[in-house]
């Protein structure tokens, strides 16, 4: 098969690593060769964040690059905008409706280009978008925002639920199961 | 079985594997998980060293004695060890000893974008360099058995592409070793010019045998493509690169003893193809090898020595096509790391940024506090150099400097590199004020532990060193603590000590807010009926507060704030008000 590509997009601190440990998780179990690649350190700080996750048959290279992304998962509209150089022709971007303002925003040395995930969707994208903090919220947990976009990437996947379920036990802590495969199922059905 | 690893996660396995004992490191992206993991296998002695010479030390101690060692560093870490590096190159090593080096091509954590391998060549120790978490975990192995068999310390150099990608790596059983019998052996141990004059041409012998072994060894081996048009030599992640773009169509002589280079294997595969290229990331190491053989080659002419490559850099080279992709209009505002919301660091930056003091500064989190609006910095260099600069500069620039100019560097940086400068400034009477960031932690690495926070690697309590008292030992007779959280405290105790002529340490005293004990306070608000939108509270730079845009007053995000207070003594009005409103 042809490898597929997915990149996990934020702000520091959001998450994208449990992200990225649950989808690498299930992808192995279901027996593809897979390559997940994060960036550590300064990055963190509130910084933009990117994680490449590839599988498929025999997977090189750990990282993605332009034009390459099967689909970008987004914590954050602006950070969805960010990357979509990266996705591929026909490519889908799954993005919380969340905004996070960057520091140049803040300061007002910028603008937040508040439609832009409308102006990509004009352009041909496909752009699935979420409010996945409120969704991870009425699960009972604001901090499974990247459980609940995790589950809205299962849609497009062909990976039986149980799979999933079994894959967030074995990424979670005992006690926090639940409202993880609760967000989940929020994200894959919301 | 199969696990999903990190490639620092599989280095640890490896050393698990290989039955190492003690592992002794100071943490530093993108090398730090290799020593966390490390820790979690309770066969393995692990430690935070305060510095990656300590680290490299106490490997050769270990080694000395008999067990298998180990000690991890970033690049630049590397520097620091170099010192013990290029004489344990001259003892070699009783048991195996394997030192781990990360470099970080496109400097996603780093100040420099240094290629270790230079080291490896000017010290003459073999060098391994892995191409993913699988290989990884088998080079350790191989690494100890080199080690050990050529008598020699071994270098694996990993890269933040491989250090921090993960694939599936095979789990085996732990090889216990039995310590070696320990034997006093002066002529091999004790580096006086008598000893050392006979241990050089052992050291270049050993060379000679170990290019020997690697024009055979399967760790360097030719992959035959279609077409013997193209050859291409690499190592590391450049091999994966080179598969993914051109996969089968091209052959590729990948190294994986990447020092001492393989002559006649190199000369084999030259002969064989058409065209030679070598696609190296950074500077042109194994092109220079290359030409000096009198091959003809292509490298740096077409592949840059500036950061990351991709499997697109290598189309690009190769002249294929790309794939097609688009990108939206508006323009899309940079996203730099920020200090968090009530970091400690803040509002230390903020007084000196208001009195318009010079700043050297140091490596880590707070090497944030240059980016506006603080702009609190003047200068970054290396690990210490705050405290070293800071005396060159007041020395150059007399009494003017000395009272406008401060350092700052944090505990774990102060215990790396900063003792001895500040026993400089005592010492040679330096009218200086160093200021210690203390948030009790490694911050920017992700929270270790060093020997000022009282725990140890494992969590477990262990002894701490009193800062206060430690600067008064060192001959600083003004030591003062203040709490960053005070703006007042701050501005008084920084104004003071800079109207002194006299050596003087303000120690600056809040743990980082992230750390799990450090519950924070509940948000602020502000009070729209009393702001006026002066905008004194942006001064702060602090992520949690922006401007409304639509009465263009203050406003603060509730998720982010940890209710520091720090904004609320800056706003003379009194808009910014505890909880709700």
Known sequence: ?190 | MKKLMLGNEAIARGLYEAGVRVVSSYPGTPSTEITEFAAKYDEIYCEWAPNEKVAAEVAFGASLRGVRSACAMKHVGLNVAADPLFTLSYTGVGGGMVIFVADDPAMHSSQNEQDSRHYAIAAKVPMLEPADSAEAKEFVKLAYELSERFDTPVIVRMCTRIAHSQCQVELENRQELKPLEYKKNPAKYIMAPANAIKRHPFVEERTARLREYGESADINRIERGSSDRIGIICAGTCYQYVKEALGDSVSVLKLGLVNPLPDRLIRKFAASVEKLYVIEELDGVIQGHVSSLGLECVGKEVFSPLGEYSQATIREAFGLSQPESLSADSEIPVRPPVMCAGCPHRGMFYILSKNKITVLGDIGCYTLGSAAPLSALDSTLCMGASVSGLHGFNKAGGSEAEGRSVCVIGDSTFMHSGITGLVNIAYNASNSTVIILDNSITGMTGHQQNPTTGYNIKGDPAAAVNLEELCRAVGIKRVRVVDPYNLKECEAAVLEELAVAEPSVIISRRPCVLLKYVKPKPSLAVDRDKCVGCRMCMRLGCPAISIDKEDKKAKIDSTQCVGCEVCEQLCRLGAIVKGEL
Not at chain 1, 21 to 44: A, N
Not at chain 1, 76 to 85: D, G, N, S, V
Request: glycine letters at 10%.
């Open chain 1, 1 to 190: 098969m042809q490898t597929v590509n997915v990149m996990i997009v934020g702000v520091g601190g959001q998450g994208s690593i449990l992200a990225s440990k649950l989808l690498g998780t299930v992808l192995v179990d279901c027996g593809y060769q897979v390559k997940v690649s994060e960036v550590h350190g300064m990055s963190q700080r509130g910084g933009s964040v990117v994680t490449y996750v590839r599988f498929g048959d025999a997977v090189y290279s750990p990282v993605i690059t332009k034009g390459e992304a099967d689909y970008i998962v987004s914590f954050e509209k602006l950070e969805a905008a960010r990357h979509a150089p990266c996705l591929k022709k026909g490519g889908r971007i799954i993005s919380s409706s969340q905004r996070i303002d960057p520091m140049p925003v803040i300061t007002g040395a910028a603008e937040y280009p508040d439609g832009v995930l409308e102006e990509l969707r004009s352009k041909g994208v496909l752009v699935d978008e979420l409010d996945a903090l409120e969704l991870a919220r009425s699960a009972g947990s604001a901090k499974s925002v990247n459980i609940v976009l995790m589950g809205r990437l299962a849609r497009y996947f062909d990976i039986p639920m149980e799979k999933w379920l079994a894959a967030i036990e074995k990424c979670v802590k005992p006690q926090f199961a639940e409202v993880n495969k609760k967000a989940f199922m929020l994200g894959c059905d919301g």
